[in-house]
T-cell receptor
């Protein structure tokens, strides 16, 4: 079946521009996570959505980062006024609520800020 | 707070040799432990997980891991490595009722002929 998809796969942007990254979770998965993977680093948790509950935004590094999830499905991660340190791979994952520990990951979006 | 340490950044093994990747965690209660694999340009795929019960867990692709509470470890093993196992491996720790999972920094595995 269809897995988690992310778009674009690669994004190059100029410093100061805004970018939007999209995640389509597996159908029926109510939990959705965003992570950032920088070179040589592990996965940094950014934000977590579960059903209609308020998202857990505790991992967002600054107020330039925001995310929304529409209709309990597709999610968009927005980075405003991008900085060079935002360059990383942004990974999305989804899971079933009752098995929320088993996450299914998308291929990621590689963001390069020049 | 929970944390995970993967002390080896890179490991090189010969094809057919055995493999052990180290993972140490820090968590007060019984952790939920995971190993994920990331092939180049791909997302992460779950190899195996430990929640409770038998401390030796079997996963996909011939991998296994052993939970050792006394050593706070969850090392990943494979008896005979194949060239297709070359990838980056991430250990992660979670907890019951706690939705966030903390990932280690990863171990990059190189397999030589």
């Amino acid at each position: 079946g269809a897995g988690v998809s992310q778009s674009p796969s690669n994004k190059v942007t100029e410093k100061g521009k805004d970018v939007e990254l999209r995640c389509d979770p597996i159908s029926g998965h109510t939990a959705l996570y965003w992570y950032r993977q920088s070179l040589g680093q592990g996965l940094e948790f950014l934000i977590y959505f579960q059903g209609n509950s308020a998202p857990d935004k505790s991992g967002l590094p600054s107020d330039r980062f925001s995310a929304e999830r529409t209709g309990g499905s597709v999610s968009t991660l927005t980075i405003q006024r991008t900085q060079q340190e935002d360059s990383a791979v942004y990974l999305c994952a989804s899971s079933l609520a009752r098995q929320s520990y088993e996450q299914y990951f998308g291929p990621g979006t590689r963001l390069t800020v020049t | 707070a929970q944390s995970v340490t993967q002390p080896d950044i890179h490991i090189t093994v010969s094809e057919g040799a055995s493999l052990e990747l180290r993972c140490n965690y820090s968590y007060g209660a019984t952790p939920y432990l995971f190993w994920y694999v990331q092939s180049p340009g791909q997302g992460l795929q779950l190899l195996l997980k430990y929640f409770s019960g038998d401390t030796l867990v079997q996963g996909i692709k011939g991998f296994e891991a052993e939970f050792k509470r006394s050593q706070s470890s969850f090392n990943l093993r494979k008896p005979s490595v194949h060239w297709s196992d070359a990838a980056e491996y991430f250990c992660a720790v979670g907890a019951k009722g706690y939705q966030k999972v903390t990932f280690g920094t990863g171990t990059k595995l190189q397999v030589i002929p």
